[in-house]
């Protein structure tokens, strides 16, 4: 069975700090692998999608950088926060498109 | 861009009544999927569908690619059927792009 893998569950960081946010999935080679995001209160955007490793597309621009440096693994990262990135990630993965998508169990930041 | 409109916002049932949820899309989209969000955030799967109708328990849903909507039918709702309720839907202009409705808040009251 399949498994997808979110961490940190939460954070609370300062603005103009480095964050790095991890998804891996184990149990499936090749997925599709999304970025999602939701402000509190907000409807959640897609921020990236990866169909292959070192491969990833920008849907949303948000000051925040995604890589895929092996199959399983998704990162999110930016340099510098804003207080706008508050809200909730979600790591998320299918099989391909026309298929079903599942998500993690998220992870939220609270930039200060 | 892809749009997807979901309405309502808000719906409160009493217990063991039933209402239906729906997904109005601005463009044809491929397939919608219909997720429950838990108290921790976490997105249940509900249904996927490309075409037609399913049904799981006392949720049914549908979608019509040609039409451009798709619906979550509840019936008997029990208490824990509480939380809020997202439509997301793929295709249109993007093949990789799923794009999500801004969610229904259901409230059971006994």
């Known amino acids: 069975a399949q498994t997808i893998h979110q961490w940190p569950v939460a954070e609370i960081k300062a603005v103009g700090s480095p964050l790095s946010l991890g998804c891996t999935i184990k149990?499936?080679?090749?997925?599709?692998l999304y970025w999602y995001w939701q402000a509190t209160g907000g409807t959640l955007q897609q921020l990236f999608y990866s169909i292959t490793v070192g491969q990833v597309e920008s849907v949303v621009q948000l000051n925040l950088s995604a890589s895929r440096p092996k199959d399983d693994q998704f990162i999110l990262s930016t340099e510098k926060l804003l207080l706008s990135h508050s809200g909730f990630y979600l790591c998320?993965?299918?099989?391909?498109?026309?298929?079903?998508?599942?998500f993690g169990k998220g992870t939220r930041l609270t930039v200060v | 861009g892809d749009q997807v409109e979901q309405s309502p916002s808000a719906l409160s049932l009493h217990e063991g009544t039933g209402s239906a949820l729906r997904c109005n899309f601005t463009t044809t989209m491929r397939a919608v999927q219909w997720f429950r969000k838990n108290s921790r955030g976490s997105l249940i799967n509900l249904f996927y569908?490309?075409?037609g109708t399913k049904e799981n328990g006392r949720l049914k849903s549908a979608f019509d690619s040609k039409e451009r909507y798709s619906t979550l039918h509840i019936r008997d709702a029990q208490l824990e059927d509480s939380g809020t309720y997202f439509c997301?839907?793929?295709?249109?202009?993007?093949?990789?792009?799923?794009?999500f409705g801004s969610g229904t808040r259901l409230l059971v009251s006994p």
């Open positions: 569908l490309a075409s």
């Open positions: 997301a839907a793929e295709g249109g202009t993007g093949g990789y792009k799923v794009v």
């Open positions: 998320a993965w299918r099989d391909r498109v026309n298929t079903e998508v599942f």
């Open positions: 149990g499936k080679s090749s997925p599709n």
